[in-house]
């Protein structure tokens, strides 16, 4: 039970399938940053929907959740788009 396994140096990891295609890879980064802008966009226009034309408070969850979740898309839009992948 003591039985010490030798370390996995010089062991390469396979890749896998969609790991290999640099194209495809692309086309997933450039997807990802449409529909996280779409998201951003649409959160973002309805929390000033909420607050000016239907008149709640910015306090209100109807206004400060979708603000919430658009910064928060917001700031997956940047991370993806600052990565080098």
Same mark, same amino acid.
């Given at each position: 039970?003591? =039985? =010490?396994? !030798? !370390?996995?140096?010089?062991? #390469?990891?396979?890749?896998? !399938?969609? =790991? @290999?295609? #640099? ?7 450039q997807t990802s940053l449409i529909v996280y802008g779409v998201l951003v966009a649409g959160l973002f226009g309805l929390a000033l929907y ?8 910015? @306090? ?5 959740? !979708? ?19």
């Amino acid at each position: 039970m003591s =039985e =010490e396994r !030798p !370390p996995h140096e010089g062991v #390469k990891r396979r890749r896998l !399938p969609f =790991e @290999t295609d #640099k194209r495809q890879g692309a086309a997933f980064r450039q997807t990802s940053l449409i529909v996280y802008g779409v998201l951003v966009a649409g959160l973002f226009g309805l929390a000033l929907y909420m607050a000016l034309v239907v008149g709640h408070p910015l @306090t209100s969850a109807y206004v400060a959740g !979708p603000a919430i979740g658009a910064l928060w898309f917001c700031l997956r839009l940047f991370m993806i788009w600052g990565s080098r992948g």
